[in-house]
């Protein structure tokens, strides 16, 4: 889901020339520039792929404003002064969760505090100024009062460090006592109740603080708009350059938060990208693991075959905290994973991870990205060994189909069964009559996606032959190199390989790597094989306390 087309574009990967020079004042690299080899297909790719947007023809909400947002909050805010805030600053801004936890042990604030803190930020910078970045489109009314109850339950060993935090939803993922819009206008009353892993989340004390924009439809809807943007949440900005830099999606709302501390942390979800691209682009980690870790009912869909939740931190060990906090079996989903792993799997002992001896690939056209090889310098200087390789000559047929054939049974079936029942569409043609009521408000870049899924008339036996061509491809692209070098990891960029780890169902974590001269966020993505996140995890917290390469978005500080 990106402009990056996270969704979907990525399932290219870069040619040499594209993505190299990391240093040079440049336009970034956007996958529209990306290529399969040796790939026939008569997919229209370059609808979803990224477009280098510099003006748009929406940026604020037309159907949300920053006062009814708020009306409810306002009230419950009056005991939160500026010197409140400037106090509470230098102990909360960047500050990771183990640390958060401290300080409220310590009794230097509350779990009201912190909840109100971050409210105060979003109030203060997200929408209708000149630093407003629209990356969140609700608030839980519910909130200030849950995290005063957080404040009278003593924090008791066993318990799970999610428990106090607020943490935003991508706003496809369902929420009591919220709406779940998808960013779309059709779904502006779809009031429901839990997603499994927001009941996850709450089960271990977490506070969901609200709902974080996205790219429509999870990307999957215009073809022609900008990542980020949403007729319900307008069009996020990057806070590292508004305007300029690509927020990423379609998770866009999620990594903005997350990178501007909005938030603790946040949720997005991913398809081919969604997540790795928004946490490439905004300097967080993000994590997109292994098909069915993570439970996908009551998040409205793209594809029963990709889809997945995962977790955006500003730090590998918050990412770590959170992935212990929403994984785990859910009956409901046909792809669960009975991991049958004790809480604290994902964070415990991660400070003692190593790299050394450890065997990485690294896609040889990538080295003429200064970034990448300075990063594999460091990973070499913790005892890593690098193996220069190259790419298996495969590509991913048929995968935009893929999407479109999913998508048109997935989506009537979220809303039979997880929608409000007050909400009479269900059919991808319903959602196409009701957005040309208003286009301009609904659609002003088009529904070209949708049409492309209206019209794709593929049966279930083509499915499944997509599916297994796909999915035999991704597997093979990363499995004959690793075993041919006996590699534990496979280093990308950005969301360069996404493509290939949705169809094979890999995990793959992005971490903050640097930054281009005109201030570009980048990312060093790790990947590997099936139910290694705890790997990935140790892999990647090396770097970033080697590295130390995350840089906080200046203007809000």
């Given at each position: ?11 290219f ?40 947007f510099?003006?748009f023809?929406?940026l ?6 920053k ?5 409810r ?54 929408r ?6 629209n ?34 939803l991508?706003?496809?993922?369902n ?30 004390g ?26 319900v949440?307008?069009?996020t ?18 990594g ?29 980690v ?31 060990m ?13 009956t ?15 964070y415990?002992?991660?400070k ?55 998508m ?21 043609e ?21 049409k ?5 008339k ?16 991704g597997r ?16 990308s ?13 890999y ?30 995890l ?8 080697a ?11």
């Amino acid at each position: 889901m990106t402009k990056y087309l996270t969704l979907f574009l990525l399932f290219f990967i870069f040619s040499c020339k594209d993505a190299s020079k990391s240093n040079e004042a440049r336009t970034p690299i956007s996958e529209s520039e990306t290529v399969i080899d040796n790939t026939n297909t008569d997919d229209d790719l370059s609808a979803i792929s990224t477009k280098d947007f510099r003006e748009f023809k929406v940026l604020d909400s037309k159907l949300i404003t920053k006062t009814e947002i708020w009306e409810r909050i306002n009230p419950q805010m009056e005991d939160l002064k500026e010197a409140d805030y400037n106090r509470l600053k230098p102990l909360i801004l960047e500050s990771d969760i183990m640390t958060l936890q401290k300080h409220i042990a310590d009794g230097k604030f509350n779990y009201e505090q912190l909840t109100k803190f971050y409210l105060y930020r979003i109030r203060k910078f997200d929408r209708e100024n000149d630093l407003s970045l629209n990356s969140v489109i609700s608030i839980n009314p519910n909130v200030i009062k849950e995290a005063r109850e957080a404040d009278g339950t003593e924090f008791e060993e066993g318990m799970h460090p999610i428990f106090g935090m607020p943490i935003l939803l991508k706003d496809n993922i369902n929420a009591a006592n919220m709406v779940t819009t998808a960013g779309a206008a059709a779904l502006m009353n779809n009031k429901t109740g839990d997603a499994v892993l927001t009941a996850k989340l709450k089960s271990k004390g977490a506070l969901i603080l609200g709902k974080a924009n996205l790219s429509e439809w999870a990307y999957f809807f215009c073809g022609d708009c900008p990542s980020g943007y949403s007729a319900v949440g307008g069009q996020t900005l990057n806070p590292y350059g508004r305007r300029i830099i690509d927020t990423g999606g379609s998770s866009s709302g999620s990594g903005v938060a997350v990178s501007a501390n909005f938030a603790a942390a946040a949720i997005g979800s991913e398809t081919s990208g969604s997540i790795l691209s928004p946490a490439s682009s905004n300097s967080i980690v993000g994590l997109k693991p292994t098909i069915g870790l993570v439970s996908r009912t009551g998040v409205v869909p793209i594809s029963s075959t990709l889809d997945t939740a995962g977790p955006m931190t500003k730090t590998v060990m918050d990412n770590a905290i959170l992935l212990d906090a929403i994984f785990g079996v859910d009956t409901s989903d046909p792809k669960t994973i009975d991991a049958l792993l004790d809480n604290g799997f994902y964070y415990e002992n991660l400070k003692n991870a190593s790299i050394n001896g450890k065997r990485f690939g690294a896609p040889k056209r990538l080295l003429e990205d200064s970034l990448y090889v300075r990063a594999l310098e460091v990973l070499k200087a913790q005892g890593a060994v690098i193996v220069e390789i190259n790419e298996e000559k495969l590509g991913l047929p048929n995968f935009l189909r893929l999407l479109n054939l999913d998508m048109k049974k997935d989506l009537p079936a979220y809303m039979e069964a997880y929608a409000n029942k007050d909400i009479a569409m269900r059919t991808i043609e319903d959602f196409m009559a009701f957005n040309l009521k208003d286009s301009l408000t609904s659609m002003p870049y088009g529904q070209n996606l949708f049409k492309g899924i209206a019209n794709d008339k593929g049966d279930a036996t083509f499915l499944e032959r997509i599916k297994d061509t796909l999915k035999t491809n991704g597997r093979q692209y990363f499995d004959k190199p690793m075993r041919a070098h006996n590699l534990d990891g496979f280093l990308s960029i950005n969301n360069y390989h996404a493509g290939f780890a949705a169809v094979a169902e890999y995990p793959a974590l992005t971490v903050p790597m640097g930054y281009q001269d005109n201030g570009r966020p980048m990312g060093l993505t790790f990947i590997s094989s099936r139910l290694r996140e705890k790997q990935l995890l140790e892999w990647a917290y090396v770097y970033e306390q080697a590295s130390k390469a995350r840089v906080a978005p200046k203007d809000y500080n």
